[in-house]
């Protein structure tokens, strides 16, 4: 259980996060009230509404993210326990990442062997996938080698991330456009609840599944 402190301090930290995007989305929809008919539909508006709505989904990254370590550390959510292949939750990672957050990974190098965890899938898609998002953000050219080395995956950045491990978000430049900023706090909390961790091993960080 976290003490009232730390819970207050993911809090204070969240709701600062949330005040930039929330102004954004304001503003854009009073824009749009304020046109006159026929410009609602020009491409001003088209733009308003983008703008719109790239504010909302960073909101509820956010909070999403939140409520996920939360109820992690409360002891909240009844993970299940089913066989899972590594690879699989790798491949859904990278769909992810190019289909929904523009990332390109058609250059990564990915070579994960047979290596299976238990646990819950929907859960361990969402590490994984913070984890190897983390790695393409920071990194200044993103291309990473994503590999299995015996029950470990390893994901490696052409130019890493500095630090590799990221301080706590609290301790974080506040402003992340993609509201990103819990991810790897949440990966880290999913798979400690797994048994598993997160390392770094030889300029790589290495996924370590319960």
């Not at 009232?4 to 824009?31: I, Q």
């Not at 109820?71 to 939750?89: A, F, I, M, Q, S």
């Not at 990672?93 to 250059?107: F, P, R, V, Y």
């Not at 490696?156 to 506040?174: N, W």
Request: hydrophobic residues 40%; contains cysteine.
């Amino acid at each position: 259980m976290p003490s009232p402190g730390k819970r207050g301090k993911y809090l204070g930290f969240v709701a600062h996060e949330l005040k930039n995007p929330l102004a954004t989305a304001l503003w854009s929809c009073d824009l749009l009230k304020r046109m006159e008919g026929p410009d609602r539909t020009g491409e001003r508006a088209e733009k308003m509404i983008d703008v719109s709505l790239r504010a909302l989904r960073r909101m509820r990254r956010l909070i999403d993210d939140f409520f996920t370590i939360e109820r992690l550390l409360e002891h909240g959510y009844e993970l299940r326990r089913e066989p899972v292949e590594v690879k699989d939750l790798v491949d859904s990672a990278l769909q992810m990442l190019s289909e929904k957050e523009s990332i390109e990974t058609s250059g990564w190098k990915v070579q994960v062997g047979p290596l299976a965890t238990t646990g819950d899938v929907e859960m361990l898609r969402r590490a994984v996938r913070a984890v190897i998002e983390h790695m393409a953000r920071g990194s200044p050219r993103p291309l990473l080698s994503i590999r299995s080395e015996g029950p470990v995956l390893s994901i490696r950045a052409e130019t890493a991330p500095s630090p590799l491990i990221p301080p706590p978000p609290e301790e974080r430049p506040s402003g992340d456009p993609a509201g990103a900023v819990l991810g790897f706090a949440m990966a880290a909390a999913i798979l400690e609840a797994h048994g598993g961790r997160i390392e770094e091993r030889d300029g790589a960080l290495a996924v370590v599944f319960g």
